[in-house]
């Protein structure tokens, strides 16, 4: 689609496709499991949704657009490969518009990658997870780590040349030298993009009957394994860009980079979240509702809000320091017409704690910091609230 209302506002895509072959034992995401019978439904209602939404979107250039879930690759090359050429129809996209699929190692096969490329995907993010099987078993992983390095390869050779790995560390009877050698085998892969996260037990999934356990690794085993993955990633090229993500140069996730940077994205699916200026909202969390409420042109929306400014300049806190990035006072007074007051003089202190540095009038985290950015970005957000530092008068 060309032509008619353009400006230059750019816009993520993020498409949800909750099917998985079976469940994992830490998940708790919108999925459903070995429920094949349910994707033709599913996709008839996504294309639909997405050609009602087109004309709304007609103003934006699309220059991201992520298909997460659930497993992609399980869904079908086919069925992906179509929402492409549907989104390519439809709405404007970036030339250099950056496509991203999630895959497990167990469902990525050379021709359904190829199919995909020409489709116009050119990233690859791939649950890895861990190189040791017996932690895989126990997760309920339905991949050996010999299945990792034959992914990445069928994806190169099908022409990718952006592939991301994900990566937990705090696994249940994981020790550090255990973390030590899944770093080691994955940095030999030379992959583009690395997602580090640190095991998080929620309740309701079949792992958190273990959350007692004394095979989980304790608050300073997780906090040595992510200092030792991010010195060993900066050792070996990988620029750390936000908490967990590490990246060679010019590789960083520009999807992800959308919902730290408080910009504007748009989902589509079961679960999907949109943010579109103040606009917030999120699309039924079942997999059967969204389509009959598709189908059948009822409410799709579950969640929605509209963001005051004082919560925007909250949120530009708290994603803003999830990244490299950072925070800058000029940025965040223009922004917010806020004094940043408040902030500094605690930012001030987590640099004589070697928690913050200043960088180019930037204030970001570091590692340390990092480690301790819930406790830390809590402290700034009642600082903000409260005003509890005596401002600087600010005059706009
Ligand atoms: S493959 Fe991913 S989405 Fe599916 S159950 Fe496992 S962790 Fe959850």
């Known amino acids: 689609m060309s032509g008619k209302g353009k400006d230059d506002k750019t816009l993520g895509l993020y498409l949800h496709i909750p099917f998985c072959a079976s469940r994992c034992a830490y998940c708790d995401f919108c999925s459903t499991e070995n429920r094949r019978d349910l994707i033709p439904g599913y996709q008839h209602a996504l294309k639909k949704h997405l050609t009602e939404a087109a004309p709304r979107l007609e103003k934006y250039r699309i220059d991201t657009v992520y298909f997460g879930g659930g497993t992609p690759s399980w869904y079908g090359a086919d069925y992906l490969a179509e929402l492409m050429g549907l989104i390519r129809r439809e709405m404007r996209l970036t030339p250099d518009c950056e496509v991203t699929l999630e895959a497990n190692p167990d469902s990525v096969e050379s021709a359904g990658l190829l199919r995909?490329?020409?489709?116009?995907?050119n990233r690859i993010s791939i649950g890895a997870q861990s190189a040791n099987d017996a932690i895989l078993r126990f997760l309920g992983r339905r991949h050996s780590w010999a299945q990792v390095p034959r992914a990445v390869d069928k994806a190169r050779r099908a022409g990718f040349e952006n592939i991301s790995l994900d990566l937990i560390y705090g696994l249940p009877a994981q020790s550090r030298?255990?973390?030590?050698?899944?770093?080691?085998?994955?940095?030999?892969?030379n992959v583009q993009h690395l997602s580090c996260y640190g095991l998080k037990i929620e309740e309701g999934t079949p792992l958190w009957r273990f959350r007692s356990s004394p095979d989980i690794p304790d608050d300073d085993l997780q906090a040595d394994m992510y200092l030792y993955a991010v010195e060993t990633l900066a050792g070996a090229g990988y620029i750390q860009y936000e908490i967990s993500n590490f990246a060679r140069r010019s590789y960083a996730s520009r999807h992800n980079l959308k919902y730290w940077l408080l910009e504007d994205y748009a989902g589509f699916g079961a679960s999907a979240a949109s943010k579109i200026g103040d606009q917030r909202f999120t699309f039924l969390r079942d997999a059967e509702a969204y389509i009959r409420a598709v189908e059948e042109g009822e409410n799709l929306i579950c969640e929605s809000e509209t963001v005051t400014a004082s919560e925007k300049a909250m949120e530009y806190v708290m994603l803003g320091l999830r990244t490299a990035r950072g925070i800058e006072a000029g940025e965040y007074e223009k922004r917010f017409r806020a004094p940043f007051a408040p902030l500094d003089a605690l930012l001030q202190g987590y640099v004589r704690m070697g928690l913050a540095k200043q960088v180019d009038d930037r204030w970001r985290f570091t590692p340390r910091g990092f480690l301790l950015s819930n406790q830390l970005i809590g402290e700034l957000l009642d600082a903000q609230a409260e005003q509890r530092y005596k401002p600087r008068p600010y005059s706009p």
Not at 116 to 121: D, S, T, V
Not at 177 to 189: A, F, G, I, Y
């Open 177 to 189: 030298e255990d973390w030590s050698d899944t770093l080691r085998r994955v940095m030999e892969l």
């Open 116 to 121: 995909l490329r020409k489709a116009g995907f």
